[in-house]
């Protein structure tokens, strides 16, 4: 019998249409895929569309999409598709993923207000005495690239780093990898994750950059998440405990605070994380997975709402579908699908509540399409049926 891998291809924000409860988000309307489709006229994802992602989108938003396709389709394999609801209360990166991985989060994380100042006094003056900081610049909900260009050169002046959150339930600190240092924003991040912690935050996050003024200011692949742990055990930890291997590439590390992992693999940047997918599902040994994720389409086109961006890093990432599937062996399966929609047509930059893709394929998948799922959990508990662990607690095999 050939080898059990299972790869899972998570699209950072890539939903295709509005959940039922997206007005309790103020989502109403919101529809990723469809409204690039709309805004653009063509998309050239003809993997994708073999796969059954247009269908999957159809059956989500009850409307044609039909996206002019010129290209033909170079990847041949059978697969189930469909889409996914999220039942977690929050819209964020980790409810989505750890979701996935059979873990919803059934509680409400907290959130720092967007208007300045966002953060409590009281918990600066403590991030700052136990840093020795001088004091800290931004303060308010903004875009990383945005506030770096903005804040970048009296940043390098005054030693002061720059600290800023989001829709997300975040703190994150952006500061010169030359200038301030690396180690020591990780450090300064070490502290502050202890500090937000009585304010129920998710995520602290490192953003360092270089460059000397601003134009030049350029964000680098040091990002590092500083990451609640996952309240329940997810499908990682049992692949794990039972002797199996759990590959992680780009943020998925952070994102389960390491746990459940057996090897983490930087990498940065749509081309740079293909590669090392393609090269980690290619050596990896029976009984593994190997989960990706393409943070570019939330991180770089979602929030800045770049629509000629994502549709070109949609068509980037077909392209390389084929690849994936040539060197599949007899048993393997991979999925695709997201971990919450990021509309870069919509107002404001946060993420959108939207169902998400579900598609499994392999050479031994039946084709069929598998209805809209109710929990992102399905996709965990049809890896646990895949690797014969015990079931989760929660979600409904496809498998």
């Known amino acids: 019998m050939s080898p059990k891998r299972a790869i899972i291809l998570m699209m950072d924000s890539f939903g295709i249409g509005g959940a039922e409860d997206a007005d309790r988000f ?47 389709a170079n990847i041949d394999l059978p697969a189930k598709y469909g889409f996914m609801r999220e039942i977690s209360h929050g819209k964020d990166t980790s409810s989505g993923h750890w979701e ?16 300045y100042p966002s953060f409590p006094p009281e918990l600066i003056e403590k991030i700052c005495t136990e840093a020795k900081l ?11 690239t945005a506030i770096i260009e903005q804040l970048g050169i009296t940043h390098i002046q005054t030693g002061k780093p720059i600290c800023y959150t989001s829709a997300d339930s975040v703190f994150q600190i952006a500061a010169h990898e030359t200038h301030f240092g690396l180690d020591r924003l990780y450090r300064l991040c070490e502290i502050a994750f202890k500090h937000v912690a009585p304010y129920n935050i998710a995520r602290v996050i490192a953003r360092p950059f270089i ?27 049992a692949i794990k405990k039972a002797g199996g291997h759990v590959i ?20 940065s940047g749509l081309e740079e994380l293909w590669n090392a997918t393609l090269q980690e599902a290619k050596n990896a040994p029976d009984f593994s997975l190997v989960f990706t994720n393409f943070v570019d389409f939330d991180m770089t086109w979602g929030h800045r709402r770049d629509v000629e961006g994502y549709a070109k890093g949609l ?28 509309d870069p047509t919509y107002k404001g930059t946060d993420h959108t509540r939207e169902h998400v893709p579900v598609i499994l394929f392999g050479k031994k998948v039946n084709s069929q399409f598998i209805g809209g799922r109710n929990s992102y959990a399905d996709l965990g508990q049809t890896l646990a049926e895949y690797f014969n662990l ?10």
């Not at 059979?102 to 967007?114: A, E, L, M, Q, R």
């Not at 001088?134 to 990383?144: E, F, Q, R, T, V």
């Not at 392209?319 to 399966?333: F, K, S, V, Y």
């Open 26 to 72: 103020g989502d109403q309307g919101a529809d990723t895929l469809g409204h690039i489709i709309k805004a653009r006229g063509h998309l050239q994802i003809p993997n994708l569309a073999a796969l059954g992602l247009l269908s999957a989108a159809e059956m989500s938003t009850g409307k044609d999409l039909q996206p002019e396709i010129s290209s033909p």
């Open 134 to 144: 001088p004091g800290i610049l931004g303060n308010k909900a903004a875009s990383g």
């Open 315 to 342: 068509e980037y990432f077909d392209t390389r579908l084929a690849e994936l599937a040539a060197q599949m062996q007899e048993d393997d399966i991979a999925f695709i699908t997201a971990d919450h929609g990021c």
């Open 100 to 115: 996935m991985a059979g873990c919803p989060v059934s509680f409400d994380w907290g959130y720092f207000k967007p208007d």
């Open 390 to 399: 015990p079931p989760l607690h929660v979600g409904k095999s496809f498998l």
């Open 248 to 267: 992680s590439i780009g943020k998925i590390n952070d994102i389960f605070a390491g746990r459940g992992i057996t090897k983490a693999v930087k990498a």
């Open 211 to 237: 460059g000397e003024q601003p134009g030049e200011f350029q964000r680098t692949k040091n990002r590092h998440d500083y990451s609640v742990t996952p309240p329940k055990p997810t499908v990682l930890d």
